[in-house]
């Protein structure tokens, strides 16, 4: 940049510097690649405390609308580089980082679509399918704590998730989200002009002091994943889940979003966040990860307020999702060995892992497997460097720090989707893997070992 950029930086306050960074991003005076000036430069030149810009910063990061490069400074992000799940486009590499369910596990609906057709839906009918809304009824209420709730079908758990913000918050309001965590979320976050505030997991999910801390920074809504948590696996222990719900006793309208992608598939109980007497918030289930990522539909149970407003944001003759989906979901949902394909698929997605995670501890990685579709593995070394060590050798995995806010643990995690392998493929990547680490200069613990 060929001019002083702190001199049209404004603001006293953290909020104020943020919200003039945004408004020079805006019109054009700063683009993606962009260099701010130094905390200390900017603070100075400001009459404001270091800490005040370091503040500004941060929120300014955690929007995904700046990257820190640690010695190099701050630069303003670029926005087309967010990750993002699914296949690598144009890829020779066998790709390990997918997230996607087991094309073969997918139900086939072909029976179903001959026998689903019906009279045509026309403008001013209602959303839902009625027999959809019945069985969704009866699916969502057997695991919710309040007994007041109203139906919301929509385009998939992220298109309500969106909804759900979107109806609730305002640009640069604070979002609660768990650390590491799925990228979908952040996506959605950022794109919206959310603060996130990370929340971190552990083996039995978010954390009691990650949770309150972000209260006390007066986040108005918290997602969270209450079991087969991307990327981690983990799941809500019940006594977790009980501390959880007890921290959020004080804070009764913040909306909490629970999403519960794995559902169907999942090996867990479900445990909850939402005690019965808390006053916003929304349990979403999808449908994608046993009936496939075509199959666009997913339902939300949330309090008649939330409802409400969602109502609003699904206007029929503009966004309603198609009954003809809606009635297909139910046809293949209701079919008795549809539903054991589905116990099968997620029996079949808990062995693999296991026993893929049973090779990487064999070879001095130890590693156990959580529920979900993914592994995410522990290494001893930068999952960057292992990442480029495997695509020397033909694969494609992703490092752990795609999906961190803040966690620098995750910079040494590998998430993998490693469930379609075959046997001597699994052999091989762990094998890989186990070279990959070697040559990064990581040291292996072989089973046996103190």
């Not at 003039?20 to 030149?45: F, H, K, M, Q």
């Not at 990257?67 to 087309?80: K, N």
């Not at 939330?306 to 949902?333: E, F, I, K, N, Y």
């Amino acid at each position: 940049m060929d001019h002083d950029l702190t001199l049209e930086i404004a603001g006293r306050s953290a909020a104020d510097i943020a919200a003039s960074v945004r408004a020079l991003i805006e019109r054009g005076a700063l683009r993606p690649g962009d260099p701010l000036p130094p905390v200390r430069n900017l603070a100075d030149d400001l009459g404001v405390n270091r800490n005040t810009a370091v503040a500004a910063y941060r929120q300014l990061t955690l929007a995904g609308v700046v990257v820190t490069r640690g010695r190099a400074g701050t630069w303003v992000a670029d926005r087309a580089t967010v990750a993002q799940e699914g296949f690598a486009a144009d890829s020779v590499l066998r790709d390990v980082a997918t997230g996607n369910p087991d094309p073969d596990r997918i139900p086939d609906p072909s029976r179903a679509l001959a026998a689903m057709a019906g009279r045509p839906v026309l403008y001013g009918e209602p959303v839902i399918d009625r027999d959809l809304e019945r069985w969704a009824h009866d699916w969502m209420s057997a695991d919710l704590a309040p007994s007041d709730f109203r139906l919301t079908i929509t385009s998939g758990a992220a298109d309500a998730v969106e909804r759900l913000l979107a109806q609730a918050l305002v640009r640069d309001d604070a979002v609660a989200l768990e650390d590491p965590c799925f990228l979908t979320s952040i996506h959605t976050v950022r794109v919206g002009g959310y603060r996130a505030v990370p929340v971190p997991v552990d083996d039995e999910g978010m954390t009691v002091e990650g949770l309150r801390s972000a209260l006390d920074q007066g986040v108005r809504a918290v997602v969270c994943t209450p079991r087969a948590q991307n990327p981690t696996g983990a799941s809500l222990s019940e006594r977790r889940a009980a501390e959880l719900r007890e921290v959020l006793r004080e804070h009764p309208y913040v909306l909490v979003i629970e999403d519960d992608h794995f559902s169907m598939l999942s090996r867990r109980p479900f445990r909850s966040l939402i005690g019965p007497e808390h006053r916003r918030w929304a349990l979403v289930r999808s449908v994608s990860k046993f009936l496939g990522p075509d199959m666009c539909l997913a339902v939300t149970a949330s309090d008649p307020d939330t409802a409400d407003r969602l109502a609003m944001r699904l206007t029929p003759g503009t966004t309603w999702v198609s009954h003809l989906l809606q009635r297909l979901t139910l046809a293949v949902v209701t079919d008795p060995a549809v539903a054991a394909g589905i116990a099968d698929a997620g029996a079949h997605y808990a062995a693999r892992n296991d026993a893929f995670a049973a090779r990487l501890t064999e070879l001095g990685l130890p590693t156990a497997a959580g529920d979900g579709l993914n592994l995410w593995i522990a290494l001893p070394v930068p999952a960057r460097d292992v990442s480029e060590q495997l695509m020397r050798r033909g694969w494609l995995a992703r490092s752990g720090d795609e999906f961190a806010l803040g966690d620098a643990s995750a910079s040494r995690r590998l998430r993998l989707t490693v469930h379609d392998l075959g046997e001597a493929d699994a052999d091989r990547l762990a094998t890989d893997i186990a070279a990959a680490v070697r040559a990064a200069g990581g040291r292996l613990i072989p089973t046996g070992m103190e």
